[in-house]
């Protein structure tokens, strides 16, 4: 039986298709050097001979498997100037692979939770997912989101104390509420010296000194002293704020906050920072 017809040489079309490249790729590697270019026909167009396929499927197999051009092009001067970039590459695709898993974690911790909580970290998901429907709210939520970001997971799990009393006193709720309703109120057209400020920032004391009460009595952080021991590999997680301070954090999270607004904030820091240095564990007061 007749063999079909063998070329010599080949044109470059013919060249990309036998090793799954286009065209264009072939003609990249002639620029940089990876592949030499061969000499043109009559018809001027490269033609491409058996030493030029095998170096192209070389090219093609080592790309495949994430080598750049760059260290292709050492591994073709013999196979000590490639190590390095082996090491390298392995390390990057083992952290690919850890960056893979992670995401195929939080995918199946979302479904599962059923809500945006199942994209927090896995210490905080598993503090609120048994609280009950509709108890964490979009707006706790969010102030979650930021904690983590700022403070990472136990940062964020420490405030979930703040929600799950929240969730679980509903006269501690409505007044939270209350208070988020009168401070939305402190816009532009307050001046910061008004004095209805120094009396909400009052009531805002108390509430915390409140809120921190009930979190004590509950034995909220005992629970989560006890979780943090079962969980150690919690212990060493940073959040998405690896590399940047509290302070440079908070300094590029906007909020749309008055004149008026900013000095109630400070007033309250003002507040609690004497309520705690007096030792004062009388909710009613601050």
């Not at 102030?143 to 104390?161: D, K, S």
Request: glycine share 8%; charged share 30%.
């Amino acid at each position: 039986m007749p063999l079909p017809a063998i070329p010599r040489r080949v044109k470059i079309g013919d060249a990309a298709a036998f090793a799954g490249i286009t065209p264009r790729a072939i003609r990249h590697y002639h620029a940089i050097g990876l592949l030499a270019e061969p000499e043109r026909g009559s018809d001027d167009r490269r033609r491409y001979g058996y030493d030029d396929m095998i170096r192209l499927l070389w090219i093609r197999r080592m790309a495949d498997v994430g080598i750049s051009l760059e260290d292709i092009h050492a591994a073709f001067k013999g196979p000590t100037g490639i190590e390095q970039s082996l090491a390298r590459l392995e390390e990057s695709l083992a952290s690919q692979a850890a960056a893979i898993e992670a995401q195929r974690a939080a995918v199946a911790r979302l479904r599962e939770v059923g809500s945006p909580l199942g994209l927090l970290s896995p210490l905080l998901t598993g503090r609120l997912r048994d609280l009950p429907p509709g108890a964490l709210r979009s707006a706790d939520l969010d102030t979650l989101l930021v904690t983590e970001r700022i403070f990472g997971p136990l940062g964020a799990a420490m405030q979930a104390n703040r929600f799950i009393v929240l969730a679980t006193h509903p006269e501690l709720r409505a007044e939270e509420d209350r208070l988020a309703e009168a401070e939305a109120a402190l816009d532009d057209t307050m001046s910061p010296d008004d004095p209805r400020i120094e009396d909400l920032a009052a009531q805002r004391c108390d509430h915390e000194t409140a809120l921190a009460a009930a979190i004590e009595r509950s034995g909220l952080e005992e629970a989560l002293n006890v979780l943090l021991d079962q969980e150690d590999e919690h212990a060493g997680e940073e959040g998405d704020g690896a590399g940047m301070s509290a302070m440079e954090a908070v300094g590029k999270m906007p909020y749309d906050f008055s004149p008026a607004r900013v000095r109630y904030e400070e007033r309250v820091i003002e507040l609690l920072h004497s309520a705690d240095q007096d030792g004062d564990t009388d909710p009613r007061t601050c």
